[in-house]
């Protein structure tokens, strides 16, 4: 049991260039979550699915984009990277939103872009 | 707005206390957890709460104020490891996560 895995862990982009970030679950979680964390700042939600085939907006969509095709998967794509992307991508899922349902974090991608 | 207020950095000596406090303003209140974050690493589950009081769980506890929009994580008999940020975080109306920006704890021999 894996838990919540993330490719790549480090990436370095130059502006304008694009990439995806793949997020893969084994827990069979219906929610999954895509945040970013920068220095001084909370965890900021970028996007996230309710269930397979939904993506919804999250604070900071601007410059991403999803898709969530199978259950098990979460992809966030940097359609044309700028430097103020600059930042750790963490992965989160979750089976519900009742009680203490938890996020299970996956272990960050640290991107820079030049 | 939304807004969740904490400590930036506090310093504790090992086999001491520590408070670490959270304020919080959220659109509605479903429940307020704490993380904890090894540098380098990610978010982990710590505790839970959603009625008011204190929650134990070994060497840590969590506070719950609702009417006056505040918690407190207590961490005793502190240890090296325990040297991590600790997030709060607010589950709002819409069942969305809202984060503080965490403490950064630091622990001294």
């Known amino acids: 049991n894996a838990g919540v895995t993330q490719t790549p862990k480090f990436r370095v982009l130059k502006t304008g260039q694009s990439m995806t970030l793949l997020c893969a679950q084994d827990?069979?979680?219906?929610?999954m979550y895509w945040y970013r964390q920068d220095p001084g700042m909370g965890l900021r939600l970028i996007y996230y699915?309710?269930?397979?085939?939904?993506?919804d907006k999250g604070e900071v969509p601007n410059g991403y984009n999803v898709s969530r095709l199978k259950k098990q998967n979460f992809l966030l794509g940097l359609e044309s990277a700028a430097p103020s992307q600059t930042s750790v991508y963490f992965c989160?899922?979750?089976?519900?939103?009742?009680?203490?349902?938890?996020?299970?974090f996956g272990p960050g991608t640290r991107l820079t872009v030049l | 707005g939304q807004n969740i207020d904490q400590p930036t950095e506090m310093t504790a000596t090992e086999g001491a206390i520590v408070q670490i406090n959270c304020t919080y303003q959220?659109?509605?209140?479903?429940?307020l957890f704490w993380y904890q974050q090894h540098a380098g690493e990610a978010p982990t589950f710590l505790s839970y709460?959603?009625l008011d009081g204190l929650e134990e769980k070994g060497r840590f506890s969590s506070f719950l104020s609702r009417s006056k929009g505040y918690s407190y994580l207590l961490l005793k008999e502190l240890q090296m490891k325990d040297s991590a940020s600790y997030l709060c975080?607010?589950?709002?109306?819409?069942?969305?996560?809202?984060w503080g920006a965490g403490t950064k704890l630091i622990i001294k021999p």
């Open positions: 989160a899922s979750t089976s519900g939103l009742a009680g203490s349902d938890t996020q299970y």
């Open positions: 827990m069979n979680h219906e929610y």
């Open positions: 699915s309710a269930s397979e085939g939904t993506t």
């Open positions: 959220t659109s509605g209140f479903n429940g």
């Open positions: 709460n959603v």
């Open positions: 975080a607010v589950r709002d109306q819409d069942y969305q996560l809202i």
